[in-house]
T-cell receptor
Framework: GENVEQHPSTLSVQEGDSAVIKCTYS??????FPWYKQELGKRPQLIID?????GEKKDQRIAVTLNKTAKHFSLHITETQPEDSAVYFC?????????????FGGGTRVLVKP | DGGITQSPKYLFRKEGQNVTLSCEQN?????MYWYRQDPGQGLRLIYY???????QKGDIAEGYSVSREKKESFPLTVTSAQKNPTAFYLC?????????????FGDGTRLSIL
């Protein structure tokens, strides 16, 4: 089955700096890669996603890049703000007969220091 | 998302007892999912359902059971066979599985052992 590794497990940045989280996946058939943000005790919320026919996607201060050859994808947050502090999860899935099963990485705890 | 309702928010289980977690969605989504989240860890898939009256085991199905008798409802039973049930349980739904579509989560149920 799919295996997703996420690094780093914790990330501390100064407000205004950039944050980068990296994920690798094992199944080359995976074709959908969402990112979720989870605040303490709350539901994960989808912040951005990318499909395998696209190499990069941006949404304001957030961007995701995908390298299918190397089987890794990354989340970039620019001009970080204190409200960006949360746990971020990457995930991978492949549509098909087995269903839209998401396999999650272990999460990255991001702390933005004022 | 306001369209996915999980109840109760907190649940306590006595040893040897089965407990059922409720998940209801009014988004008209075909697919529904149950995940388990342990402290400081990612989400692991317990069961998922692509259509009414059909469901499949995820990665950690042992000790759990589900039913999908109605499109909008996907209850999870934590049986006495699950020896370590303390965790945060998250239900999610997505429009379908034909092509990868985002999964959206409920607010979760926190289950503890008495």
């Amino acid at each position: 089955g799919e295996n997703v590794e996420q690094h780093p497990s914790t990330l501390s940045v100064q407000e205004g700096d950039s944050a980068v989280i990296k994920c690798t996946y094992s199944d080359s058939a995976s074709n959908y890669f969402p990112w979720y943000k989870q605040e303490l005790g709350k539901r994960p919320q989808l912040i951005i996603d990318i499909r395998s026919n696209v190499g990069e996607k941006k949404d304001q201060r957030i961007a995701v890049t995908l390298n299918k050859t190397a089987k890794h994808f990354s989340l970039h947050i620019t001009e970080t703000q204190p409200e960006d502090s949360a746990v971020y999860f990457c995930a991978a899935s492949m549509s098909g007969a087995a269903g839209n099963k998401l396999t999650f990485g272990g999460g990255t705890r991001v702390l933005v220091k004022p | 998302d306001g369209g996915i309702t999980q109840s109760p928010k907190y649940l306590f289980r006595k040893e040897g007892q089965n407990v059922t977690l409720s998940c209801e969605q009014n988004l008209n989504h075909d697919a529904m999912y149950w995940y388990r989240q342990d402290p400081g860890q990612g989400l692991r898939l317990i069961y998922y359902s692509q259509i009414v009256n059909d469901f499949q085991k995820g990665d950690i199905a042992e000790g759990y059971s589900v039913s999908r008798e109605k499109k909008e409802s996907f209850p999870l039973t934590v049986t006495s066979a699950q020896k370590n049930p303390t965790a945060f349980y998250l239900c999610a739904s997505s429009p379908g599985t034909g092509y990868n579509q985002p999964q959206h989560f409920g607010d979760g149920t926190r289950l503890s052992i008495l």
